[in-house]
């Protein structure tokens, strides 16, 4: 049987995202893009709704909120966002906050998670290095043993949220190399804490997401107690991609969401603004533009949801294998960040020259969106699991 509605509690957190997207998001866009920062107050009420870390379990203060749920705040929230910002923050947060709590230990879940689930923390990703990134496998970053301790030396780069997790406290799931000899199964989880004393971060700007900060961090003999290991030690290549999932799919359902905000603007514009005598609207080679994009994008939305509840799914029931649920994952995200900034380009071109202005919400989306065909997983990548599932594995091998 197959049912596309969402629960109750489900329609009751959407609305109250909603309305508090609306009121205390939208209208504060043009200030974080002059600050370059989500402002404090936003982030007070996304605590106060309890959504950093709402993928926590309850047990340790958080929602326990399923992918599903998850999507459907991060729906309502890039709705009103174009520069991407706080969805990012929060999709990065909520999905490797969910891997800790699904692999971290006992002692470091009680010691934590707690601050997590109450947003005093935040959580990142720090797995690219300034010359690898899809390639984990060959990375250079490496996690020594030392007494209890683990120690990490090596550079990440372009990640997400540095300044946020410097100021706000917080760390990052890390990628590490803890068996130099392997590739693949030589790699390790640890949850490293931001230090000022052990971390030098290099900020970086970047094209888009305004609100967003960014940059490379050098591990110098950085200190991580063996508590902080996540998983077994040189098991982190599988699950590390339970992370990456999860971003995966919510980046589906944003991207399909800033897109299909992005097409509203461009048909409130369209009933409008005239040409020739008429309202552009009129023009059937604009209105198939936008047939194809409307119907894109509701395909998008719903493979993106179909994702999360595979995800969900596989975590909770079994029912589906990690290659099925990583195909389906593969398949929403390029769908829909490709689509998408296809849809945003051609909103962006039904508003004439005003389009091309600097900071309206078609430009600031067209920029924001852009970086998911690389973040979390390129856009060539995901072509290369769903070809790996249509043809089989024997075919990936170069
Ligand atoms: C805005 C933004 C935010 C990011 N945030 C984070 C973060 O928080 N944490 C983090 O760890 N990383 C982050 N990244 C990095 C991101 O995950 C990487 O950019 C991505 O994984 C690709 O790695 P790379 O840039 O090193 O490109 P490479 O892996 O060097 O690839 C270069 C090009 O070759 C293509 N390519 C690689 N392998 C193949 C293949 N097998 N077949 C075909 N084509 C291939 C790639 O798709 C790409 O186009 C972020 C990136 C961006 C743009």
Known sequence: MIDFTFSEEQEILRDSVKRFAEKEIAPRVPEMIEKRRIPREIMDGLRKQNLLGMTVPEKYGGMGADAVTTGIAVEEIAKVDPTASIPVMFL??????????????????????????????????????????????SMTTVADKKGSDYIINGEKAYISLVKDIKEIGGGYVTVAKTD????TSGVSLFYVPHSDEYMELTPLEEMGREGSTWGSIRFNDCPVPEENLIGTLNGGFKIVHLGFEFARALIAVISAASATTALGNGMEYMKERK?????????????FQLADHVARMEAARTL???????????????????????????????????????AINDALQWHGAYGYTKYNP?????????????????????????????????????
Do not use: H
């Not at 130099?180 to 590739?183: A, L, Q, T």
């Not at 020739?276 to 604009?286: N, R, S, T």
């Not at 995901?382 to 043809?391: G, N, P, S, V």
């Open 275 to 287: 040409a020739f005598g008429q309202p552009i609207g009129k023009f059937q080679g604009l209105q």
């Open 304 to 342: 993106g949801y179909k994702a999360l509840w595979m995800y969900d799914m596989e975590q909770k029931e079994g029912r589906f294998s990690r290659f099925e649920v990583s195909n389906e994952v593969a398949i929403a995200k390029l769908l829909s960040t490709v689509w998408g900034f296809d």
């Open 362 to 398: 078609q430009e600031l989306a067209l920029r924001a969106i852009r970086s998911f065909q690389l973040a979390e997983g390129s856009r060539e990548v995901m072509k290369t699991i769903i070809a790996r599932e249509a043809l089989g594995k024997e075919f990936m091998k170069s």
């Open 180 to 183: 130099k000899s392997k590739s």
């Open 92 to 137: 990065v947060d909520n999905a490797w906050s969910y891997l800790l709590s699904k692999y971290a230990t006992d002692g470091f879940k009680e010691k934590v998670l707690p601050k997590i689930a109450a947003g005093k923390i935040l959580t990142g990703i720090a797995s690219t290095e300034p010359n690898f990134g899809s390639d984990i496998g």
